[in-house]
């Protein structure tokens, strides 16, 4: 279980590795074709030392008409001192609100802020001596300030891998909101490698991140409460978020990524306001109730290596208590961090991620057409031939049906 969520670390480093050997690799080029056939090979043994010059990050362009707009907000829960730091005071939260907005307004939007890059890769890839703002200046496509588009949009909130920053689910984010949803990227405050907050700090995960107190169910039980709050906040008559007339609160729902995918059933557990699920690559830390989710719509998506039926019992049990709607997808040539940015900033510079064979930008696109299609058919009733078995144009995903 462990071992599937580690995996992040190691691809990570391998990201920073290829950051490296890509700006070495610019440099040769520069020099010439024979300087650049004895440039350093990817991976390990790439010892040229980075200068970022010529490096430049993009996630993929939505693939939905929308502008995208983005609102960065503090939150904070004045009635739970928060779990993991009780000394800290309350709860505190940031939260990343991207929305569809109209075109040609707005600034672009930062995708994190140096320190927070600098701690990804010092967590992650430490000494590979990689400047932060190779990953603090990666091209977004949203804007801040945007005005908003008109009309009343789903929420889909997101959370996050554990040690990984929410802007590692930025490109998924985007998509949604171009689609139109009003998506809430939550952070889950020293849980990550690193979040930076209005007065200039920036707090991490610390000692928590290798030895947690209580275990994985502790981490899904604070999740599921963060996520109720953050609906609390954005739904609420006095909501801290002066767009919030565009959200209908009556369709909600929520994806993650490793431990906040299972998370994502602890939420609709623990709150009936959340209508619909997605799991990405997560194992299940407390079981979905043998009694289900009350009917409540939930996909399953995951690598072939790991999540294929008999590969993680937790999957195999949630698939038989699960009563509502629900597909189990798994996707041949995925790591851990394939459904994540992760994948696609290491593709770009054409290095594989350990365990990956699938290019990142595919992988992008598959993830982002399956979860966009599960929130389409459950919170907009829009029918989804893509839901509803094989595609010839993607192979790489498989639909498992194995018995209850």
């Known amino acids: 279980m462990t071992g599937i969520r580690r995996a992040a670390a190691p691809a990570a480093f391998v990201l920073a590795l290829a950051l490296s050997t890509a700006t070495a690799g610019a440099a040769s080029a520069a020099a010439g074709p024979a300087a650049a056939a004895t440039a350093a090979p990817s991976g390990v043994g790439a010892t040229a030392a980075p200068s970022g010059v010529g490096v430049q990050l993009a996630l993929p362009r939505p693939t939905s ?21 009780p000394a800290a005071g309350p709860r505190q939260l940031m939260v990343s609100v991207y929305y569809p907005a109209r075109p040609g307004t707005g600034e672009p939007a930062q995708y994190m802020t140096t320190e927070e890059a600098q701690l990804l890769l010092q967590r992650q890839a430490p000494g590979a001596g990689i400047p932060p703002r190779t990953l603090s200046d990666t091209r977004t496509w949203a804007r801040t300030g945007p005005r908003p588009a008109p009309g009343r949009f789903p929420l889909v909130l997101l959370s996050p891998g554990y040690t990984m920053p929410r802007s590692t689910l930025t490109s998924l984010a985007e998509d949604l909101a171009s689609h139109g949803y009003v998506v809430a990227l939550v952070n889950h405050t020293y849980e990550d490698s690193g979040t930076t907050f209005p007065d200039g700090r920036t707090l991490t995960c610390g000692t928590f991140c290798d030895h947690l107190p209580d275990g994985w169910p502790q981490v899904n039980q604070i999740r599921a409460t963060d996520i109720s709050f953050v609906i609390d906040q954005l739904t609420g008559h006095h909501s801290p978020w002066h767009y919030a007339h565009m959200i209908d609160p009556q369709r909600i729902g929520m ?28 194992t299940f830390d407390i079981p979905i109730p043998a009694t289900g989710l009350d009917h409540r719509p939930f996909l399953l998506l995951g690598t072939q290596s790991g999540h294929a039926p008999g590969e993680d019992a937790s999957w195999d049990s949630a698939w038989a208590n699960l009563d509502g709607w629900k597909r189990w997808l798994t996707v041949s040539g995925t790591d851990h961090v394939s459904f994540t940015d992760l994948t696609v900033l290491a593709s770009e510079l054409n290095i594989p991620l350990p365990g990956a064979t699938l290019p990142g930008q595919r992988a992008a696109e598959l993830t982002r057409s399956y979860v966009a299609a599960f929130f389409d058919l459950q919170l907009k009733g829009i029918p989804q031939p893509l839901l509803d078995g094989p595609s010839p144009a993607n192979p790489e995903v498989t639909f498992q049906h194995p018995s209850p």
């Open 255 to 282: 994806a993650g990524h490793s431990v906040g995918g299972s998370s994502a059933a602890s939420a609709m557990a623990a709150d009936q306001r959340v209508r619909a699920g997605v799991d990405m690559d997560g």
């Open 65 to 85: 008409p929308h502008a995208v707009g983005l609102s960065t907000l503090h939150l904070v829960d004045a009635d739970r001192p928060d779990p993991w730091v």
